[in-house]
């Protein structure tokens, strides 16, 4: 900047009579800052003009999973469909596939199968019929959860309820037939 800077501002405020009065700024020191404020931001317009990547256009992509469609470059599209078997994946379903192959122990072709089988059940039916199709997965838990249970409560399994299971406990039949023959033999 200024090579006279801390001159000026030193000189800026001086003391006459227990006073402070306030200097003017020379007009060469205004010129000399202004022309060196404007040679750095001329410099600094000249390094960003010649590191500034080109700017690539950008397309509407459409997901090959859910159908949403999001605005991408082609170079961000090439990488995704690298890494994702040559299909188009979302951001949303890109996070699943990858969930998915965590789960599965790295398979990513099982898991993208995976989840584009159930992102083409549920645009089918899911999309027209949500309360149907909210019917049909409490179904399906509870079909899950009746196997896990049934496996567990089996009275030929000797090795007795898992962890956390419910154990199974005598049946109250026997008492309750007992009180109804009592009480038909006390009337």
Partial sequence: MAPNREKNIVSSHSQTNGTVHKSRLSMEGLQ???????????????????????????????????????????????????????????????????????????????????????????NRFGRTHPVLYQAEAMREILKKSSRIRAKSMSPRDKTGPKKGGIARSSSCIPAITKEITDQTMVN
């Fill in 32 to 122: 000399r800052t202004i022309s060196d404020i404007s040679f750095e931001l001329s410099k600094e317009a000249i390094d960003q003009n010649a590191t500034l990547p080109p700017i690539s256009e950008v397309e509407d992509a459409k997901c090959e999973c859910c159908g949403m469609s999001e605005e991408c470059t082609p170079e961000y599209i090439s990488q995704v469909r690298d890494k994702f078997l040559g299909k188009l994946v979302c951001g949303l379903c890109a996070e699943a596939i990858n969930e998915e192959t965590e789960k599965n122990g790295g398979k990513r072709e099982e898991a993208l199968n995976e989840h584009m089988s159930a992102c083409v059940r549920f």
